[in-house]
């Protein structure tokens, strides 16, 4: 089965997307990724979703022009398939997600019309995988272990760093969870003090120093310490919490270089507090994510994990696919009417996840329906 899955993230630069050969024989699934790629937002569009997601509130109309901007760039994305496929998956775009939702009762929403995509492909796709995981009393993400499970070995720990960083543990029991910001903090720092996206391969952060005293304030984040199952997003880490670093460092006189080196030591210890704390001796630590090729964060991860520490693509899978690749599963997993969430969103019950939005079935997949 051909799968087109693509993946809008917390970093909101843009779409990556893979297209999967996914088979199966006696239980055991194997996946070969047979091309995969990235579509960068226009800047109208990044700034609109940005807009959108940053501040907490938004108006219906620029919502609308968001969700039906991302039908949009993921017809765009699609034009650049070389193969037929048989379904898409898209994950959605979260527009907000209560980390709190256990004790509160709130929910997340998804963003990104899928019904351009199906004419365009003249195929089904699944989405709003979060939902289903919801109602059953989970937090709806992380949702990657259930795909992770079936790309790594047991035993490992998996690291996605992206705009917020979590980890997937593949023990006896697959759980995982956010451990707090990944690229996000980083890249809003970038943007805001020296009018780049990012600190490309950290370069910056390695010419500079870490603030220990800004450091410590920022490691006693609460989400940080606060233990598993837990989830969090732009809410938690986006512009505001940026402004704050920014605003208590101008007050000690901490350069603008030494914020980049400070909050990317917080990325670094924040996951490795996590590790140590509820990684139950994992080994080795996979990275995979856009924080997998900056090097500052890798390099720190492998001087002061005490294991092996690897990258994603010595498994085959390149880390900037890693998290197309297990949704594209976790969509194999649902068209197949087996349970694609895990133990590591809280839910009661392990179950399929995503509704189909149908445009003309394959074989193959009527053979699933």
Known sequence: MKIFSVMSGTSTDGLTWACLDVRESRGIVSVRVLQKGNRR???????????????????????????????????????SLRHEVDFAVFSGHTLYHDEQMSRTGGGTLQIGAVEPLALSLGRPVLTDLRYADVAAGGMGAPLVPGGDSLLFPRGSAVLNIGGIANITLLGKKVSGFDTGP?????????????????????????????????????????????SPPKTCGRERYGSGYVDKVISAAAKTGTSDRDV??????????????????????????????????????????????GGTVCISSDYGIAPDVREAAAFGLLGYLSLQKRPANTAATGARSYIPLGRITASGFSKELRRCL
């Open 182 to 226: 990944g690229n996000m903090l980083i890249d809003g720092a970038m943007q805001r003090l020296f009018g780049k996206e990012m600190d490309r391969n950290g370069r910056l952060a390695a010419s500079g120093k870490c603030d220990e005293r800004l450091l410590r304030k920022l490691m006693s984040d609460t989400f940080v310490k606060s």
């Open 41 to 79: 937002f226009d800047s109208s569009l990044k700034s609109l979703l940005l807009s959108v997601t940053n501040g907490g509130s938004a108006s219906l109309s620029s919502i609308c022009d968001a969700h039906w901007g991302l039908g949009n760039a993921l017809v765009a994305a699609s034009r």
């Open 260 to 305: 980049i080196t400070t909050l990317s030591e917080f990325t670094v210890k924040s996951i490795l507090y996590n590790l140590k704390k509820y990684g139950g001796g994992a080994d080795p630590l996979i990275i995979a994510g856009g924080g997998a090729y900056n090097r500052y964060l890798t390099d720190g991860l492998r001087s002061r994990f």
